[in-house]
């Protein structure tokens, strides 16, 4: 327990955001599907949306916190190409299709299979939904993965924050929960509601989904 306190202690000093980390991969994935209008749900101050940005032609993000919505509306104030709604996903415009969606750390705070179903309806035929999300560690396997990761995080805070940091930064204050579903869940309701997705356990407590409507017709 000592050696937890202390690793949670360096780690608060040394902060660094496992959901960035996965940015570059993640707009990779989507600029590989030849997306152009895309939706970011959960956009938090648009570190994501600003990748995507470079990759497609106009990014939709979705923030329900008001204080990081607005510094996510006053950081791409002057690009017409991306929109910054103050909203969950429920706050979405139902009626517009999406070539690719993108969300990070988002599917845990909703329903998951509800939400799995009604992301396959934003997406326009062919397009491409890309997750990186967090679950609820269960068993031995999830043992055995958290192990590399607890060992690389100090590691990773040293690189990417090498000085001793006296609060978080701003694109990791959002609100957080913790994950409900453990990733047999997630893979168990990705089999009904999006046939066919790639599902991967990652490093740093994640795991990801990628997953490509049907071509021709609207999912």
Known sequence: MALLSHLHRFNQRH????NDHYGRWIADRVAASGARHVLDVGCGTGNLASLLRRRAATVTGLEPDPGTARAAAERFAGDPAVTVVEAGFDGRDPQRRYDAVTLVAVLHHLPLTATLRELRGCL???GRLVIVGCYRESGPVDLLATLPAALLNPLMGLIRHPARADALPPHMTAPTADPRETLGDIRAA??????GARIRRRLFWRYSLVYDAPAGRTP
Do not use: I, M, V, Y
């Open 15 to 18: 902060p660094w955001s496992h």
């Open 124 to 126: 326009a035929p062919g």
């Open 190 to 195: 990705a089999a009904r509601e999006l046939p």
